[in-house]
Structures are given as structure tokens and as C-alpha cells.
């Protein structure tokens, strides 16, 4: 089954403990993006990945990194988690048409 | 830039009844136009998508949607509601030098089914 697999679904963790939720493709997709979302705000995107070794800024990448050394694989890395980067995460991805993003079930993470 | 301007955060209808959820966009190219729905505790699913072809565009669910350039709309319609359809809807916008590889996404509008 052609999916976006994301771990771990719920994660709760302390101010400055670094953490990463992994992303994982099976479609051979090009694209990766991670979004976070927020009440209110909608999704916002943090990073976005065109191919392997090829990542660049989204509109709010403050505080997050990412790396793309496989074509399968965006993990999302808090280097610092901070409480305001408590959210609801999406990692997507989408091949070279369509413009559609298959969406990965979420991450929730609460930092406290 | 590109946005896209989602009206009314809570909708609410009649079981039966027409379902009516508005996106207006924003954009200096011609826009490639995403509705997605969100159930809860679930990630996006894509209902529907406008890239260029025909405006009116019908999607998985019932639903469908028609692209007005000259409104720059993309509003999402389904004859009649079902209790099922209860989730969250967001529409986005995409396409451009500056956004192709993204997803801009609308806030969101949470639509309630009434017995």
C-alpha cells in the first residue's frame, strides 16, 4: 500500500531534549515536505526536501532541522524542543505531477 | 506571494442538506487548487484537485468543486449532507516559482452534520 509512514503518533517530551520523528516513503516520491499545524493557523510548512541532499526552508523552520540522505527517508530533528513547538506534524510527499501531497497520519508532540 | 482565504471557521448543516464551504485564493500565476479533508485524529486526505483542465472538478465523497478565475474562487459543494462528512476541511493553493514544491493552506473550516 502506497503510504507516509511517520513515527512515533504521540510523543511528549521535556524543554531541550532533542528528539526526531522519522518519515518514511514508499512511493518513490521526489518531494517531501514536514508541515506543523496549529488551531486556527492551518498547516504551516517548516521544510521541504526536492531530492536526496536537497532540503531548503518553508515558512517557519525556526528551531527544526531535516535531512534528506535517502530518497525514502525526511526525519524531523528538535534540536531544543521548546514549549510553542508543541503542534500536530505532518510529514507529505508527492512525485513530479499532479502537485498533490500524500500525507502522512500526524505526530502529535507536546513539549512541557 | 500566494494565500488562500478559507470564509467561516464552523460550518454547520442539516443531515441532507447542501454543503457549502468557500475558498477564495490569492495568486500571480495560475494556481494548481487542493481540497483536502481531515477526520479526526486522522491525517489529510485529498478530495479533490484543479490543475488546469476542466473548472468543475468532482471528487471522491460526492463532493465537488468549480475554479472561477474571474472570482478567484474554489468553492467545495455536495448536494446533500451525511453525517459521515463531519471532519475538517482546508483548501490550498500551489504552483509558481516560488511556492511549486509547497502546499499554501487555508485555515481550515470544520464542518458539523445535525441529525
Known amino acids: 500500500e502506497a503510504q507516509v509512514t511517520q513515527n512515533p503518533r504521540y510523543l511528549i517530551t521535556v524543554t531541550g531534549k532533542k528528539l526526531t520523528v522519522t518519515c518514511s516513503q514508499n512511493m518513490n516520491h521526489e518531494y517531501m515536505s514536514w508541515y506543523r499545524q496549529d488551531p486556527g493557523l492551518g498547516l504551516r510548512q517548516i521544510y521541504y526536501?526536492?531530492?536526496?541532499?536537497?532540503?531548503d526552508k518553508g515558512d517557519v523552520p525556526e528551531g527544526y532541522k531535516v535531512s534528506r540522505k535517502e530518497k525514502r527517508n525526511f526525519p524531523l530533528i528538535l534540536e531544543s524542543p521548546s514549549p510553542n513547538q508543541t503542534s500536530l506534524y505532518f510529514c507529505a510527499s508527492r512525485g513530479t505531477g499532479g502537485h498533490g501531497y500524500t500525507f502522512g497520519s500526524g505526530t502529535r508532540l507536546t513539549v512541557v | 506571494a500566494q494565500s488562500v482565504t478559507q470564509l467561516g471557521s464552523h460550518v454547520s448543516v442539516s443531515e441532507g442538506a447542501l454543503v457549502l464551504l468557500r475558498c477564495n485564493y490569492s495568486?500571480?500565476?495560475?494556481?494548481?487548487l487542493f481540497w483536502y479533508v481531515q477526520y479526526p485524529n486522522q491525517g489529510l486526505q485529498l478530495l479533490l484537485k484543479y490543475t488546469s483542465a476542466a473548472t468543475l472538478v468532482k471528487g471522491i465523497n460526492g463532493f465537488e468543486a468549480e475554479f472561477k478565475k474571474s472570482e478567484t474562487s474554489f468553492h467545495l459543494t455536495k448536494p446533500s449532507a451525511h453525517m459521515s462528512d463531519a471532519a475538517e476541511y482546508f483548501c490550498a493553493v500551489s504552483g509558481g516559482m516560488d511556492s511549486s514544491y509547497k502546499l499554501i493552506f487555508g485555515s481550515g473550516t470544520r464542518l458539523l452534520v445535525r441529525p
Open positions: 495568486s500571480s500565476v495560475p494556481p494548481y
Open positions: 526536501s526536492m531530492n536526496v541532499e536537497v532540503t
